[in-house]
């Protein structure tokens, strides 16, 4: 019996075990269903609240903030630091994402014309000889330069470089952020063509430029790729390292979109280049009808062209969004008649007139409305659903909003 009974007790106890057992996987079980509903349903509302974010249209706004712009007609804008630098002949204004001045330098210039790249940003006079650079904390340097300045790239370091007309001839001079000069490319009419425009890779040490020459009575126009680095330096003394001549466009404008892709827009194409350190050509998008406006970021390319379908009298502008491979990502039709268009980051901005339209670079209208005051531009801030409004007397710092009620 006692023998009976000590293996009774033993059984018992093994069975007591594995019921604990069992219900302590039971709970685990329990914990890790709850554990992963509630995953689930953050991870849902992640998706919801990005889908709103992606898909939700708004149509309405509130201010935050006025701020003190005046006769923004008369002043120039570009992105700065994700908020705007504002520009004119007297002078140049850093406004930060609340719309308040963070610096503030007077100069006099004739025709002032600013190109940023990172914490820099640099101003030339076209047709004068001053070029001021500047950073977050203000000015860094002014440089009178010894020939009149007909274009300006300025790279992150500070670095940037000028189109220089003289008498005789021209020359693409490289500078440091203090103004020394670094390196001087020589051109003629006769030889090279007229550069038109010139952009600096984002570290300062490739440059893409394009040429107009005339070769009897026709109109010719070449691209020309310079590496000032360690590559270029050992190539040849002008550090060319590539040139193309184009057929049947007009390109007067290049632009680095990266440190190592280039696009040359042409007046009814655009082509983007690879230069890691030499050129290559990597796509060419052509269209039947002459481009009305560009826009451009690292990642993509847009293009806004007449549209010549049957819709055009619904909508008359057709946007078209490549990335930088040249594969068509987005198309969208434009129903109004816009005076500008930006791209940022992740959204694309119309304006035109007291018309507004936000879009998502997938295409989707974000924000619709027609203002009460002519709206000069539309920018961005670093803040969720905040932009700054410019008019043509005074700006705002708004919030966009959806009203029930408009819908």
């Known amino acids: 019996m006692r023998k009976f009974t000590t293996v009774k007790t033993e059984k018992t106890e093994q069975n007591t075990k594995i019921i604990s057992l069992l219900q302590g996987i039971k709970e685990n079980k329990m914990v890790i269903a709850k554990i992963f509903l509630m995953l689930f349903a953050v991870g849902l509302l992640i998706l919801v609240v990005r ?3 992606a898909y939700g249209s708004y149509n309405a706004y509130e201010v935050v903030e006025e701020t003190g712009v ?35 330098e007077t ?15 640099a101003i030339a006079d076209l047709n004068g000889n001053d070029v001021y650079v500047f950073d977050t904390d203000g000015k860094v340097s002014s440089t009178t330069l010894p020939y009149k300045v007909c274009d300006i790239a300025v790279a992150s370091q500070g670095t940037f470089a000028v189109i220089l007309e003289s008498e005789k001839e021209n020359f693409i001079n490289l500078y440091d952020k203090k103004g020394e000069q670094i390196s001087e490319i020589q051109t003629t009419i006769d030889k090279s063509g007229y ?19 005339l070769e009897g009575a026709t109109v010719k126009n070449g691209l020309a790729a310079y590496n000032f680095g360690p590559v270029g330096q050992s190539e040849n003394a002008d550090r060319m ?14 632009e680095f979109l990266d440190n190592n892709t280039i696009c040359a827009f042409g007046d009814n194409q655009f082509i983007i280049y690879s230069m890691k350190e030499k050129p290559s050509e990597k796509a060419k998008i052509a269209f039947e009808t002459e481009i009305r406006s560009v826009i451009y970021n690292e990642d993509y390319i847009g293009v806004v062209v007449p549209n010549e379908n049957e819709k055009k009298s619904e909508a008359p502008y057709l946007l078209e969004l490549y990335n930088t491979n040249g594969r068509k990502v987005m198309t969208r039709y434009i129903d109004f008649d816009y005076k500008k268009v930006r791209l940022t980051n992740d959204e694309i901005i119309f304006t035109g007139g007291t018309e507004s339209r936000i879009y998502t670079i997938k295409g989707n209208l974000k924000f619709s409305y027609a203002f009460t005051k002519n709206v000069v531009d539309l920018i961005p801030t670093g803040y969720s659903r905040r932009y700054i409004v410019l008019y043509d007397s005074g700006s705002e710092v708004i919030k966009i909003t959806h009203d029930k009620k408009k819908d």
């Open 51 to 53: 889908a709103i974010v």
């Open 70 to 104: 005046q006769n923004a007609s008369m002043i120039d804008y570009i992105s700065y630091q994700n908020s705007l630098l504002k520009y004119s002949k007297d002078g140049a204004t850093y406004v930060n994402e609340k719309g308040e001045a963070v610096w503030n």
């Open 107 to 121: 100069f006099a210039m004739k025709m002032p014309k600013a190109d940023a790249c990172d914490e820099y940003v």
């Open 195 to 213: 550069p038109m425009d010139i952009d600096l890779s984002e570290n300062g040490e490739k440059l893409f430029s394009t040429y107009l020459s």
């Open 241 to 254: 390292m590539g040139g193309y001549q184009l057929e049947g466009t007009i390109a007067p404008k290049v």
